[in-house]
């Protein structure tokens, strides 16, 4: 993997994060995501589940441009 394309995954790993946090964050503050009751909703369930499923692989994304940016650098 060159070192472009091993920055570019670490970088997108990077910014899966931010976009998502933010997004988990306004999904908690919404008032589609709680009912009267005070419990969850579907549309924050599916919603919650969707963040949770991009950080694992935004996470997975990232550790492999970091691998492949130290394995890049251990080859000069």
Not at 19 to 40: E, M, R, Y
């Amino acid at each position: 993997m060159s070192r472009r394309v091993s920055l570019f995954l670490f970088g997108f790993g990077v910014w899966s994060w931010v976009i998502w946090i933010t997004f988990v964050k306004n999904l908690w503050a919404s008032t589609q995501s709680w009912a009267p009751d005070g419990s969850a909703t579907p549309f924050f369930v599916v919603h919650l589940i969707l963040a949770i499923v991009s950080f694992v692989l935004g996470t997975i994304i990232g550790v492999l441009g970091w691998r492949g940016f130290r394995a890049s650098r251990r080859q000069e």
